[in-house]
T-cell receptor, first 116, second 112 residues
Framework: GAVVSQHPSWVICKSGTSVKIECRSL??????MFWYRQFPKQSLMLMAT?????????EQGVEKDKFLINHASLTLSTLTVTSAHPEDSSFYIC????????????FGSGTRLTVV | SQELEQSPQSLIVQEGKNLTINCTSS?????LYWYKQKYGEGLIFLMM?????EEKSHEKITAKLDEKKQQSSLHITASQPSHAGIYLC????????????FGKGTLLTVNP
């Protein structure tokens, strides 16, 4: 139990285009989901907290208009990187709070974004 | 915001050796999580600690949270190459602040 599916696992896009990443809780409902960014050889940086049915809460320094988050249902949150640039290239990981007791947070397998 | 310091940043051990990774917080830890990650992949949950003095074990990995709830350690006994990876400690903010923030991680290499 407590599986989070993240899609796509990797994506290459051209500068100026937008990319959408999906995060789904497969066997539990997640009222809260989180989006992280990870640079090479670095830890996870929390970008925003996504709450079902309400606006996301962004961490300081994260551009809201650049990284659009939508949490339209209890099992799906999406992160859209708008007008992507090479500096947006990174590894993005989502997590969902909930699921099996004791696990707390379940993570997706991540999305490798490369902007060319 | 809560800051987590992990040490060491990297560690190379010979297979069969024991090792310890530490995680220290600037504030009281309300929920301390240990994860393992292979670079470029998702996180694998290891253990979660909440109570001061708590200790949990799974296979050859033991995690402890000190009584003051500001420091946690992860100990691996008789390390194997399969233990190699990045170990991350994460902490919740307390109260209704459920977001999880992470330390910088410890890169573990186990040489056969």
């Amino acid at each position: 139990g407590a599986v989070v599916s993240q899609h796509p696992s990797w994506v290459i896009c051209k500068s100026g285009t937008s990319v959408k990443i999906e995060c789904r809780s497969l066997d539990f409902q997640a009222t809260t989901m989180f989006w992280y960014r990870q640079f090479p050889k670095q830890s996870l940086m929390l970008m925003a907290t996504s709450n079902e049915g309400s606006k996301a809460t962004y961490e300081q320094g994260v551009e809201k208009d650049k990284f659009l988050i939508n949490h339209a249902s209890l099992t799906l949150s999406t992160l859209t990187v708008t007008s992507a640039h090479p500096e947006d290239s990174s590894f993005y990981i989502c997590s969902a709070r909930g699921g099996r007791e004791g696990y707390g947070y379940t993570f997706g397998s991540g999305t490798r974004l490369t902007v060319v | 915001s809560q800051e987590l310091e992990q040490s060491p940043q990297s560690l190379i051990v010979q297979e069969g050796k024991n090792l310890t990774i530490n995680c220290t917080s600037s504030k009281t830890l309300y929920g301390l999580y240990w994860y393992k990650q292979k670079y470029g992949e998702g996180l694998i949950f290891l253990m979660m600690l909440q109570k001061g003095g708590e200790e949990k074990s799974h296979e050859k990995i033991t995690a402890k949270l000190d009584e003051k709830k500001q420091q946690s350690s992860l100990h691996i006994t008789a390390s194997q190459p399969s233990h190699a990876g990045i170990y991350l400690c994460g902490a919740e903010g307390g109260g209704s602040n459920y977001k999880l923030t992470f330390g910088k991680g410890t890169l573990l290499t186990v040489n056969p």
